[in-house]
């Protein structure tokens, strides 16, 4: 019941589109008279349709005022049949969520883009916010979700390496679990005031006994970590970790502990009751596999010198997402000489050496137990010694500068799969060579050969390296010498090493994980005196060894073949379209600015290209170079293909479009439209894209029927191995454009009865054009909708 007694029928429309039919400027209409009135005089020039956005069928409405019941939206009495499902109060949210992230955006300043999703019960199942900066999305599920198909949609929609936050509507047993998985699960919710449905987020925990804390949108942070309230930060920062799941293993297993491997203090499986182990482990029937090992914390660690079987009760630890895992065992017995030679996992000494040392007569403790006095190792011929049973225990010991360099990367990868940091003196344990005995120089020169050259797709492995609880006192010189700009000095560089061993986790972890951005080191404001100074010490080549004459010479070559490519580049931009030439411009001008061509001065694009690398300038003219012959030839062949297609022996389109649609005169300048829109779709599917439709060049200054007329005549001639460009551009929900079946009729294809087959064909003529205008060209895969 409303204030005044009034009953509500939800059933009646209640939410539409202002201005025009494809619009997604959201309304609810004020249900009481004299709201109504009061709207009415605020808006006076207001139209409103049942949009397509919501699933309407598209016409006019008008607002119907009631003092005995509800006020409401009506269809036009000669409108034809609409057979919208959802008419109540909350079926616009999905609009009015999209708004309130744009307007966030603009409060905050920040890049972004909102898209609505329909998953299979309306154009209101879900909203997709993409922040490119921080490289991470968010999805509002207002829809039901099950627990698989939140898996699958987790795949989908991380493929792109981005991290995913989930915001839902409806609470569903997955809210539960990402409630008890993180310690907290954010909610979305919208009310009606006035005209507006308002956004607020909530904070659901996984005790379920309080209530869910609101709190509006336009007071939320977005932030490289994502969508954040509040009660989200008391949250994470009070929040146990939570702890593994495990699953019981089958059968016994051995193992031998890594000889001078530390235990990693800071994995996921670490607890205040256990102790870990790095070992190498043999399940009953499978092969050997090292891992981390889980044991009870009372107990001595076991001397790698030995095998041990754990006979029952293993168990194995899983992180979700499979970032990890590790095996737990309470009790565990040393085998005997000739027991663990057969495991594979050890082999007698050479003659004249002892046998692994015996342990102490009297220590037995409650979680270990001896096994039967050892019985003499029976010989073995070389013919009989397997490979797993001839590898040793721990690596051996490097020869050459060269096997060190290339044994500390390996090393290092090795602990960054496990998750784990690690000192100099572990390390001078595990690989030998006196590490622990060098000087810091001599360790920052070693460190700046492990990490050369510097890559933004390679993490830099000497972060994992601590001193002191921390990252290495030098740490900024040997970033400093590898190229990364603003590094020695900065005060961030403690959090970029935290980050930058998030990427070493995420790059060698098993399996592998997308690695988010490399932390920036530029800082927002730096005086002129600093810039000439970081470029003195810029320009000069990393330095990964005593330097030789044929790196020099290698310098000076790659400085010859950047100033060919600036001037091959150069050549070609006249015949560039306008988005290319631009692309160009900033490729030539970065690289100019490292060669000293331009002045520096305090512009900060200019600061950064002059902190980039001499590959990073390389790379980027090759690939401004390859981009500009692509756009040449596409040019060439639009060209063409307009010649071709607008001879008086190929049928004009017009004749059979509906004749209330075609304008009376063709405009001058809607060739010109024409080229530019094909442009932009063909630079799309380059870049294995597609494009909104009123994101194409110069779409915004035209009507719909001008826009539908342009993508007509670019397909009119469907040969079989010419994509539908028209496929390429994309409608207000993220599918085919609204008139893309009306398209396929018009050029002569036959035309799909259901949405499923239409959407099937639209992916392939995409897949099809990717194929065709890529820089790197594929087979067309065949056509899927015949001629009529």
Known sequence: MSPSGIAFDHRLVQTAVIGHANSDHPVILPMEAFELDLWRKAHPTYTYWCGTQLGGCGGELSDKRYTDKVCHFAHHPNAPICHRTANGESSADHLFIKR??????????????????????????????????????????????????????????TEGSEDLDWIFGPDTPVTRELAGRHGFCLRVRCETVGGER????????????????????????????????????????SHPRPKPRSVPIQGSLVFAP?????????????????????????????????????????????????????????????????????????????????????????????????????????????????????????????STITAAQAEPAAKPQPRTHDDLVTQLRDTLADLA?????????ALARTIGWELSKLSDIERRDLLV?????????????????????????????????????????????????????ERAFAAYGQPARAMGPRLDLTPHSLPQGQVTKALRAWKTPPVTAPPRKTSLLSTKRQDTRLSELIAELNELRPQLSKLVRKRSNKVILGAQVWLGEVPVGRVSKRVRAAGQSRQHHLKSLEDALESARADIAATAFLARQHNEEHTPTVPTPEASLPKQQVPASLPNQLGRAEVRIRRGLIDAASRRETIDLHDLPGARTLRDAALRRILTDMDCSPAPDVPLLSALATGPNGGPVPFFRQILKDIGLAVPQTDEALTAIWRREQER???KYAYHTSPLPPRLVPPA
């Open 100 to 157: 309130g992230m744009q307007r966030l955006f603009q409060k905050k300043k920040l890049a972004g883009k909102v898209q609505t999703q329909n998953l299979g019960t309306g154009p209101g199942d879900a909203v997709d916010v993409y922040l490119p900066d921080a490289r991470r999305r968010l999805r509002f599920q207002l829809s039901g979700l099950d627990y698989p198909a939140w898996r699958r949609a987790v795949g989908d929609l």
């Open 198 to 237: 308002r956004v607020h987020i909530g904070t659901e925990t996984p005790d379920r006994t309080g209530t869910i804390k609101w709190t509006p949108l336009e007071d939320c942070e977005l932030t490289p970590t994502g969508l954040t309230t509040p009660d989200v930060e008391t949250i994470r920062i």
């Open 258 to 382: 890594v000889a001078g491997a530390d235990s990693p203090s800071h994995s996921p499986f670490a607890a205040e009751d256990r102790r870990l182990v790095l070992a190498d482990v043999k399940p009953v029937d499978s092969p050997i596999v090292r891992a981390l090992l889980s044991l009870p914390a009372d107990t001595d660690a076991p001397p790698a010198e030995h095998v041990y079987r754990v006979p029952d009760s293993a168990r194995m630890l899983v992180l979700e997402d499979g970032h990890g895992w590790a095996i737990e065992a309470n009790r565990y017995m040393r085998l005997n000489a000739h027991e663990a030679q057969q495991t594979g996992l050890w082999s007698p000494p050479p003659a004249g050496m002892p046998l692994a040392p015996e342990p102490p007569p009297a220590r037995a403790s409650l979680n270990t137990k001896q096994a039967e006095p050892e019985a003499p190792a029976t010989p073995q011929s070389p």
């Open 417 to 425: 799969r496990l998750r784990t940091t690690t000192t100099w003196e």
């Open 449 to 501: 050969e492990v990490d050369s050259p510097l890559s933004k797709y390679v993490p830099v492995r000497s972060v994992l390296i601590h001193q002191d609880g921390g990252p290495l006192p030098y740490l900024g010189d040997i970033l400093d010498r590898l190229g990364l700009p603003f590094a020695k000095r900065s005060p961030q560089l403690k959090r970029w090493a935290a980050v930058e061993t």
């Open 769 to 771: 054009a990717y194929a």
